[in-house]
């Protein structure tokens, strides 16, 4: 998928994905609505009290900053939940990995969708 | 891509046509249907005649009067405050009873409102404008006498998509209470910022609702807002619960005793009861709408009664080309305001059938909309490019196998690709429809730019001319317009108040007036619309046919080594490390590299300045943005100078970075903060050798005008 007309600097994270331009002022509010949804998810994947506070702080981040910051909150939150997978895969806890696992899809097919971030 | 190749499309950037091409080439035009054009509301060219500029502003009487006054405006533009505009001067009405009685009368049981649940085994339940009527009259006496809410209060609603959340919107506008709606996916520490912010003693919220297959415990939320609201200073005295399944309690949060109460268990008291709609002044407030700004605390966009129900009526029925019998769905949520505008009020004006869709789209699957479609009769459908990525990524296919036609189709939020309007066009329009693609922000209350569906053609990844009595111009720093078909971007602009703008951010006139008009402004105690053009924020490019292209957020730059640097980019970058509060990014003179940037932060309550949160801050911005934005210095400070209405001064940082004359500064809010940040950030590079050699003139005027102060 192409990024949008005012595509911006891509950038590596550590999850591999790439935040994709600035977002429009326009009416895009509902993408810090929707991410912050699927940061409420996140947070109730959390295995421990501190993965826990960190995906509540990222929620908070979605629901205050600029909407062209969004982006930059969405590969956080990938980052985020990849560790809450490998964690969960380094104790053998499947259960907790398949949810934490369906919870980074999400993000990240929102992150697509929503132009947030890059599709390569 | 390169970098350089990316510029972010600040202030004074010239793209060109050519750069822009590289995204998006210029796209053909598409006609309409003929089917489409025969029955379209606005099909006579002559329409534009009516709202060209020697007919402004009392072309916007076509709209007010799409309306049932009680009492007929003396003055149609007031700009004796100018910019604080005023409409329909000396008019009175209710937006309520334009919605709700008015219809009720003519049609009692025409379909107002179809509630969609998600659950495709519970069956939609269609709202008939009486029954309407009969709803919000019963919750308005609940409102007044059980609430003791009366004309002017405020009151915070967290309801998810259910038609309960129109039903109590429609209820305190007949009061002339001001709502404002918090989107329900939002937490309870947001709506907690929204109530305390608005002053709100009364919170409305659910007990569950459904999405993506679950049943949400909403009332969770409302303890956790009442925390944040009083943690600010904001008593809530009451809370007021409407239960998804009335007589089930959905939520697991305890009842608090003498404070939350259920609504549907209270309606009991208020059987059959009528409440006349209070005839308001048709510049009274209808409703607060909050949007984030760049402070990190919301801005509450005050929208006006008259003004505002009539741009939303105008043009509903011309860009959205909405009749009577109708059966509308607009996909957006009623917590943002598209939904407010095109979900409730627009439609609602115009006597038609609107749906209110509780769920995602893709639960349980892609084909979803169009099941829904199909079910109800859609004529007229309303969504995001997000949404339709979604459903093309989810359900290429989906709209195909179902049998639903629509003669309209509208997009709405962000720039939509080429190649997925054209997926929106052939398989969800069936290549059969009108699409209009629009932009317009919270603050402005209904559309800005796009095309008039029966009369201008279609161009994908366009919103169109300026609508009907918007004059957009694009200016470029220098305030000097940007012609079109130039293939120079600028800074997009209206020229003309227009009656849905909103009137003010609530308790904070001064951010209205610096943050959208004082740009292009030049001269302050004017009275004439003409020197107030409103700034939008964003950056477009039009071209020779006059359609806009929106390429997105306007923004300070800092030029590092021919980078350049959109300060709001790295200050986003910095606010995602969850101890700052706020931000601001500073050029500082550089001998090598032109500019370098210096970022100065301030914490939230509770953390305390040190080394590794300086760290934290330099690896977001090298992490978000790249080593090329990496700041010099990362200054933590415990507060940052700001104007009275919450500015953050930039230029006054700026010049304290470079060692520069702060200029004056006694009508800061906190003028005290320039000294002590000075004294933090100057001796250390004192003593650190780092003072920067005096700046030359131009260098000394680039920091003046260093943000939009």
């Known amino acids: 998928m192409e990024p949008a007309a005012a595509a911006g600097r891509p950038r590596e994270a550590g999850t591999g994905a790439r935040v994709c331009g600035v977002a429009m002022t326009m009416t895009q509010q509902y993408l810090a609505g929707e991410l912050s949804v699927l940061l409420e998810r996140v947070q109730a994947v959390a295995t421990t009290e501190a993965a826990s506070r960190d995906a509540k702080a990222l929620r908070e981040a979605a629901e205050t900053v600029p909407v062209q910051a969004l982006g930059w909150v969405t590969v956080r939150a990938l980052a985020l939940t990849e560790r809450f997978c490998w964690d969960s895969l380094s104790r053998g806890d499947t259960a907790a990995f398949t949810r934490q696992a369906a919870a980074e899809a999400a993000l990240r097919e929102f992150g697509i969708c929503a132009s947030l971030l890059r599709d390569d | ?709």
């Open chain 2, 1 to 709: 891509m390169a970098d350089e190749d990316r510029d972010p499309q600040g202030p004074g950037a010239e793209v060109s046509e050519a750069q822009i091409a590289v995204h998006w080439r210029e796209e053909e035009y598409i006609q309409p249907p003929a089917s489409f054009i025969e029955q379209a509301n606005a099909a006579d060219p002559a329409i534009r005649e009516r709202f060209t500029e020697d007919k402004f502003p009392d072309c916007f009487k076509e709209y007010a009067d799409m309306l049932t006054w009680d009492q007929p405006w003396h003055t149609t533009l007031d700009t004796s405050n100018a910019p604080f505009f005023r409409w329909f001067v000396g008019g009175r009405l209710n937006a309520s009873y334009n919605c709700v009685d008015r219809h009720a009368a003519a049609n009692p049981d025409k379909t107002a409102i179809i509630f969609v649940p998600e659950l495709e085994s519970e069956e939609p339940v269609h709202l008939s404008y009486g029954e309407l009527y009969r709803q919000v009259n019963e919750f308005a006496a609940l409102l007044r006498e059980f609430a003791g809410l009366k004309t002017g209060d405020r009151v915070t609603l967290h309801l998810p998509m259910v038609a309960e959340l129109p039903v109590t919107m429609l209820a305190c506008a007949r009061l002339g209470v001001i709502h404002s709606e918090v989107f329900g996916g939002f937490s309870g520490a947001a709506c907690g910022a929204r109530i305390s912010d608005s002053g709100s003693r009364i919170l409305i919220t659910m007990d569950g609702y459904y999405r993506a297959g679950h049943l949400i415990d909403h009332k969770v939320k409302a303890d956790e807002a009442l925390a944040v609201a009083a943690k600010e200073g904001q008593e809530v005295d009451k809370v007021l619960i409407w239960r998804r399944r009335p007589g089930q309690y959905a939520s697991q949060a305890p009842m608090a005793d003498g404070r939350d109460f259920f609504i549907d268990e209270l309606l009991a008291e208020h059987r059959g009861k009528t409440v006349d709609p209070v005839s308001m002044p048709a510049e009274a407030p209808l409703f607060l709408m909050y949007t984030s700004g760049t402070t990190g605390r919301p801005k509450g966009c005050q929208h006006s009664t008259g003004g505002y129900l009539a741009y939303v009526a105008g043009t509903s029925k011309y860009y959205q080309d909405i009749h009577p019998d109708d059966v509308y769905w607009c996909m957006a949520d009623i917590g943002w305001i598209t939904g407010h505008s095109y979900i409730v009020y627009g439609p609602l004006a115009l006597g038609t059938t609107t749906v209110v869709y509780e769920g995602v789209p893709n639960y349980p699957d892609g084909g979803r909309p169009w099941r829904v479609a199909e079910k109800l009769g859609v004529g007229i459908f309303h969504t995001s490019p997000t949404s339709i990525r979604m459903l093309r990524k989810v359900g290429p296919d989906e709209p195909a196998k179902y049998n639903y036609h629509f003669k309209h189709m509208t997009t709405v939020g962000e720039p939509i690709e080429p190649e997925v309007w054209r997926w929106y066009y052939t398989e969800v329009g069936k290549s059969s429809a009108a699409i209009v693609d629009t932009w317009w922000q919270t603050e402005n209350g209904g559309f800005l730019g796009s095309t008039l569906p029966a009369l201008e053609p279609m161009k994908p990844g366009s919103c169109g001319p300026g609508v009907l009595g918007i004059y957009p111009v694009i200016y470029d720093e220098n305030g000097d317009e940007v012609p079109a078909g130039s293939g120079k971007a600028g800074n997009i602009c209206i020229r003309n108040p227009w009656p849905g703008i909103f009137q003010t951010i609530w308790g904070d006139p001064e951010r209205f007036l610096s943050t959208y008009f004082q740009k292009y402004n030049t001269d302050p105690d004017s009275k004439d619309w003409r020197d107030w053009p409103y700034f939008t924020n964003d950056g477009a490019v039009q071209a020779a046919d006059g359609y806009f292209r929106i390429l997105g957020r306007v923004d300070d730059v800092i030029n590092v080594a021919g980078h350049r640097l959109g300060t709001k980019e790295i200050e986003s970058a910095a606010l995602t490390v969850p101890e700052v509060a706020e931000a601001a990014a500073v050029p500082v003179m550089d001998e090598i590299r032109g500019r370098v940037v210096e970022i100065y932060v301030s914490l939230k309550p509770g953390f305390a300045a040190g080394k590794e949160i300086e760290a934290k801050v330099t690896a977001a911005i090298e992490t978000e943005i790249g080593k090329i934005a990496r700041p010099k210095s990362v200054w933590i400070v415990a507060d940052m100078p700001k104007t009275r209405s919450g500015k953050i001064m930039r230029r006054v940082i700026a010049a304290v970075s470079n060692f520069a004359d702060t200029g004056d500064v006694t009508t800061l809010a906190n003028p005290e903060v320039v000294d002590s940040i000075r004294h933090q950030v100057q001796a250390a590079k004192a003593a650190s050798g780092d003072v920067p050699r005096e700046l030359t003139e131009a260098e000394s005027e680039e920091l003046r005008k260093f943000g939009g102060d």
